[in-house]
T-cell receptor, first 113, second 115 residues
C-alpha cells in the first residue's frame, strides 16, 4: 500500500553535531515537504522539495524522486532544532485525489547542550 | 499577519458535549484541510474542501462535520464528544494542482481534551 517511512524514529545529538534524516516513499510523488514540529506543537514548513536539492541556513534537503527517497541534513545542530521532523508527500495519479498530503511517522530529535 | 489561524488553541470539554473549531486562511488558497494528530504524533487527514466543495472524506465518524462557508474558511463541528476524540487538530491550506510553490501551510493546532 501507499507508505511514507522515516528513519531513524529517534535521534539524540550533542549540540554542534551533524545528522541525516531519511524519508522513503512507496510511489511517485508530485509534492514532498519536510516539516519541523517544535516543542510547542507548531508545524513549520522547512522545504517544499519534490525533487532536487535545497538549502536554508544550516538545513538542507535532497529528494531523489526516481529512487523514492528524500534526505534532510541538519548541520551544527542547536538545542532549538529539537522536536519532531516530518516528511509528507502527495502521490501522483489516482492516489493524488484531492492533493492529500500523507505523513510519515516522524523522527524525534533531541539536541543536548 | 497569520496565514492559517485556528481558534481556539485549547479546548477542554466534557464527554457528550458538542464543540466547534474554526479555521481561516488569508493566503488565497483554494483548498483547505483538517488533520488529526494522535497521542503518538501521527498525522492523518480527515477532510478536504476545494472552493467549498468536499473532496476528501476519510473514514471519520459522522459525529464530525466540516463546513466551509467560503474558500477562506473551514470549520469543524464535533457532536457527542468521546474520550477518544482527544487529540490535536490541525487546519491547513494549499493551492490545488500539481502543488503550489510553497506547498501546504498549517495552522498552529487546537488541542482538544475530552474529560
Amino acid at each position: 500500500g501507499i507508505q511514507v517511512e522515516q528513519s531513524p524514529p529517534d535521534l539524540i545529538l550533542q549540540e554542534g553535531a551533524n545528522s541525516t534524516l531519511r524519508c522513503n516513499f512507496s510511489d511517485s510523488v508530485n509534492n514532498l515537504q519536510w516539516f519541523h514540529q517544535n516543542p510547542w506543537g507548531q508545524l513549520i514548513n522547512l522545504f517544499y522539495i519534490p525533487s532536487g536539492t535545497k538549502q536554508n541556513g544550516r538545513l538542507s534537503a535532497t529528494t531523489v524522486a526516481t529512487e523514492r527517497y528524500s534526505l534532510l541534513y541538519i548541520s551544527s545542530s542547536q538545542t532549538t532544532d529539537s522536536g519532531v521532523y516530518f516528511c509528507a508527500v502527495v502521490f501522483w495519479g489516482v492516489k493524488a485525489a484531492g492533493n492529500k498530503l500523507t505523513f510519515g511517522g516522524g523522527t524525534r530529535v533531541l539536541v543536548k547542550p | 499577519d497569520t496565514a492559517v489561524s485556528q481558534t481556539p488553541k485549547y479546548l477542554v470539554t466534557q464527554m457528550g458535549n458538542d464543540k466547534s473549531i474554526k479555521c481561516e486562511q488569508n493566503l488565497g488558497h483554494d483548498t483547505m484541510y483538517w488533520y488529526k494528530q494522535d497521542s503518538k504524533k501521527f498525522l492523518k487527514i480527515m477532510f478536504s474542501y476545494n472552493n467549498k466543495e468536499l473532496i476528501i472524506n476519510e473514514t471519520v465518524p459522522n459525529r464530525f462535520s466540516p463546513k466551509s462557508p467560503d474558500k477562506a474558511h473551514l470549520n469543524l463541528h464535533i457532536n457527542s464528544l468521546e474520550l477518544g476524540d482527544s487529540a490535536v487538530y490541525f487546519c491547513a491550506s494549499s493551492q490545488r494542482g500539481v502543488g503550489s510553490t510553497y506547498g501546504y501551510t498549517f495552522g498552529s493546532g487546537t488541542r482538544l481534551t475530552v474529560v
